[in-house]
C-alpha cells in the first residue's frame, strides 16, 4: 500500500462545475497536509494547505481534512479550463524524531470548455 | 514571494559526463531538497539538507551527491551521468528547521543523458 494514494485519473469536469479530488494517506501519525498544482512541463505550485480537521476554503479551493478516516480531498468550484493540471496531495509524516514529505503520484483533471 | 531558482531549464550531457544542478533560494530557509521526477513514478526524493554543510540522504540516493556550503545553495552533483538520469529534476525549499513547512518548488531542470 503507497503511503498517499490518488487516482491517476484524468477526471474530466465540464467547464463551470465543481472538481473534486481525493487523497488517502496510511500513516495516522501525519499531521500536515498539502495540495499542490503543476502544469505539465512546469514544477508543483502549492495551493492549499491544511492542518486540522474540517475544511478549509481559498477562493474557490476548498481543502477537506479528516484524520479519523484519513482522507483529505481538494473541491474546486466554477472549474474553468485553466484549471486543467496535475495535482499532487503531499503529506508531512512525524516519526522517530525525524519529519518526511510524503507525495502522491497525482490526480490529472481536464475541464472541458 | 519565495523564490527558487534552478541553473538551467534544460540540459543536454553525455553518459560519464560530471553535472552540476544548482539551486538557490532567497528565503533564508533552513530545508532544501533535490528530487527527480519521472512519469508515472512521481516525486522521488534524492538528498535534503536542514541546514548548511548538512545532508541526509533521501529514497533514491545512488549516483549523485549534494553540496551545501552557504545557505541559500544547494547542488546537486551527478558523479558520471547515465542514460537512466534522464529525468526533471526538480529542487525546493522550505522553513522550519527540523519541523517541516510547507516547500516551495523551483522551475526544475529537464535533463537528458546521451
Known amino acids: 500500500q503507497k503511503e498517499v494514494e490518488q487516482n491517476s485519473g484524468p477526471l474530466s469536469v465540464p467547464e463551470g462545475a465543481i472538481a473534486s479530488l481525493n487523497c488517502t494517506y496510511s500513516d495516522r501519525v501525519s499531521q500536515s497536509f498539502f495540495w499542490y498544482r503543476q502544469y505539465s512541463g512546469k514544477s508543483p505550485e502549492l495551493i492549499m494547505s491544511i492542518y486540522s480537521n474540517g475544511d478549509k476554503e481559498d477562493g474557490r479551493f476548498t481543502a477537506q481534512l479528516n484524520k479519523a478516516s484519513q482522507y483529505v480531498s481538494l473541491l474546486i468550484r466554477d472549474s474553468q479550463p485553466s484549471d486543467s493540471a496535475t495535482y499532487l496531495c503531499?503529506?508531512?509524516?512525524?516519526?522517530?524524531?525525524?519529519?518526511?514529505?510524503?507525495f502522491g503520484t497525482g490526480t490529472r483533471l481536464k475541464v472541458l470548455a | 514571494d519565495v523564490k527558487v531558482t534552478q541553473s538551467s531549464r534544460y540540459l543536454v550531457k553525455r553518459t560519464g559526463e560530471k553535472v552540476f544542478l544548482e539551486c538557490v533560494q532567497d528565503?533564508?530557509?533552513?530545508?532544501m531538497f533535490w528530487y527527480r521526477q519521472d512519469p508515472g513514478l512521481g516525486l522521488r526524493l534524492i538528498y535534503f539538507?536542514?541546514?548548511?554543510?548538512?545532508?541526509e540522504k533521501g529514497d533514491i540516493p545512488e549516483g549523485y551527491s549534494v553540496s551545501r556550503e552557504k545557505k541559500e545553495r544547494f547542488s546537486l552533483i551527478l558523479e558520471s551521468a547515465s542514460t537512466n538520469q534522464t529525468s526533471m529534476y526538480l529542487c525546493?525549499?522550505?522553513?522550519?528547521?527540523?519541523?517541516?513547512?510547507?516547500?516551495?518548488f523551483g522551475p526544475g531542470t529537464r535533463l537528458t543523458v546521451l
Open positions: 525546493a525549499s522550505s522553513s522550519g528547521g527540523s519541523t517541516y513547512n510547507e516547500q516551495f
Open positions: 503531499a503529506v508531512i509524516r512525524r516519526g522517530g524524531g525525524t519529519y518526511k514529505y510524503i
Open positions: 528565503m533564508d530557509h533552513e530545508n
Open positions: 539538507s536542514y541546514d548548511v554543510k548538512m545532508k
